[in-house]
């Protein structure tokens, strides 16, 4: 074999075996030129670790009478990053490369030209002096290295620690071309690698998947969408957090740009306006518009206090923000002045008076022509049906002690904890619970509440749950001095 051929063989060697590893590099094939073969290569530049990047403008120019330009100091553009730009690298290979000839032709340019010119000429110089340590032996695979790692920082003068120094005309335009770059770049990492999702335990590329913003917890989309989509749908808007449990534990809210990638436009307007009604909620003086096409939340305008301690009729009154109805926040009518009062104390007057006479009587003929049939028969219809609801929320809900929220039990234990403030109750008699230990309520003999109702468990019990007989078994084996606690003979009382 000639040299010749000797020279091909291992350039061939060296470019497959280059190519399979690094086929992100290669941005063309070889080019035969009239010196030999023209390679170029793209080299991105991945720092491993986060990076500080000063970003300073150049140094004072000297006139040409030997003075020093004046100039007003601006301080340098500081920002942090794993990933830099990537670098075209282009030299020529003679035909009797690696064992005769290097390359020569070398050039190279900085995507955005974040290489400072001064630093280029270093970096060319640093490149030769590689060729001359290696020679007779492949150095694109060094070459490659040396720039892709980004140790050619080092020796050009850019990098000092952890610090990459770099000089600019226009730093506060590059900044933000480098961190674009700088977060394509993670992006793609990431849609490569595989994670394991913690909600469905299942491996997942990360093109599937979701890395939430403020945890850096990674999750698959789908359970992502299914996850916070039902707690969007059910309004437990608090609950939209990462799934990790020490993110649970410290009830970190998912950000709005996490609930859009993962839920779509859709579920992300009802999670905004499920957040903007709870801080509303939070406010005592909120009300809403009592027009049906509105309702839109109305907080109290801000007015002087008046300090003489008498009734201030102005503070009832109400403009709603979206739609410019004024209305009175008592009655909730149109707004009917300071000197009127409200109309609803001899409205419910004349309802109660309605409802005890008795029906084709007088007194219901004397109340339906001076307020109006059809008027009198729909404030009644209305007062019923309030008092309907009265007696519903009476009987069947318990108002939280902590907000006053009525909730309604349907199966489970008398422990309660609200959604809206947290409060931790009891479902029996309102009262707070220590939330540390909540059982310790139920256990308290000088109370008759119970942490389970008698009724639900003699309702299962008709169901076909029937207990284990274990005092039974015991009195059979002859163990009869058993301590039986009081609270269980409660269930038979």
């Known amino acids: 074999m000639s040299q010749l051929d000797e020279c091909v063989a291992l350039f061939s060697e060296e470019w497959e075996a280059f190519k399979s590893i690094w086929p992100d590099s290669v941005t063309s094939p070889p080019e035969a030129c009239a010196e030999g073969t023209r390679l170029h290569l793209d080299l991105p530049i991945d720092l491993v670790d986060d990076h500080v990047i000063s970003l300073h403008y150049p140094a004072r120019q000297q006139k040409p009478d030997g003075s020093v330009q004046p100039e007003e100091p601006h301080p340098p553009v500081t920002i942090r990053l794993a990933h830099l730009p990537p670098i075209l690298l282009s030299f020529v290979l003679p035909s009797l490369y690696p064992l005769q000839s290097g390359p020569s032709h070398i050039s190279l340019h900085s995507t955005h030209s974040w290489i400072p010119a001064s630093a280029q000429s270093r970096i060319l110089d640093a490149l030769s002096g590689k060729w001359d340590a290696a020679s007779g032996e492949g150095i694109i695979w060094s070459w490659a290295e040396w720039i892709r790692s980004g140790e050619f920082l080092i020796e050009s003068g850019l990098r000092e620690g952890n610090i990459i120094m770099l000089c600019h005309p226009a730093p506060d335009l590059l900044a933000p071309l480098l961190l674009q770059h700088d977060a394509a770049s993670r992006n793609s990492e990431f849609a490569q690698s595989t994670y394991m999702c913690s909600i469905c335990m299942t491996s997942q590329k990360g093109a599937q998947c979701l890395r939430l913003s403020r945890c850096g917890h990674v999750f698959c989309r789908t ?60 406010d005592p003086t909120i009300i809403y518009c009592p027009l049906q096409v509105c309702q839109a939340p109305v907080p109290k305008p801000k007015m002087e206090e008046v300090s003489s301690g008498k009734e201030n009729r102005w503070d009832a009154l109400r403009t709603c923000p979206r739609c410019g109805l004024s209305f009175c926040a008592y009655c909730r009518r149109t707004w009917h002045g300071v000197l009127t009062r409200c109309v609803f104390a001899k409205a419910q007057a004349f309802v109660l008076e309605y409802q005890k006479a008795a029906e084709g009587s007088q007194a219901r003929k004397a109340i339906e022509q001076r307020y109006g049939r059809a008027n009198v028969l729909r404030l009644v219809a209305q007062h019923e049906e309030d008092e ?91 163990i009869d001095n058993v301590f039986v606690p009081p609270n269980w003979r409660r269930w038979e009382e």
């Open 388 to 478: 309907k609801n009265r007696a519903w929320l009476k009987q069947s809900t318990m108002p939280c002690p902590g907000c006053q929220v009525h909730v309604e039990k349907s199966f489970g234990c008398n422990h309660m904890t609200c959604s809206k403030c947290g409060c931790h109750y009891c479902f029996s008699c309102g009262e707070k619970v220590n939330a540390q230990n909540p059982y310790a309520h139920f256990n308290d003999l000088r109370n008759k509440c119970m942490l389970f109702d008698a009724k639900e468990l003699r309702e299962e019990q008709e169901d076909g749950w029937q207990p284990v007989e274990a005092f039974d078994i015991l009195h059979e084996d002859g």
């Open 223 to 282: 359970c992502l969408k299914d996850f916070w989509g039902l707690l969007i749908a059910e309004g437990d808007v608090g609950r939209v957090t990462c799934a990790e449990p020490e993110c649970v534990k410290g009830h970190a809210e998912a950000d709005e740009e996490d609930v859009r990638r993962a839920c779509g436009e859709e579920a992300l307007e009802r999670w905004r306006w499920l957040r903007e009604k709870r801080e509303l909620e939070k």
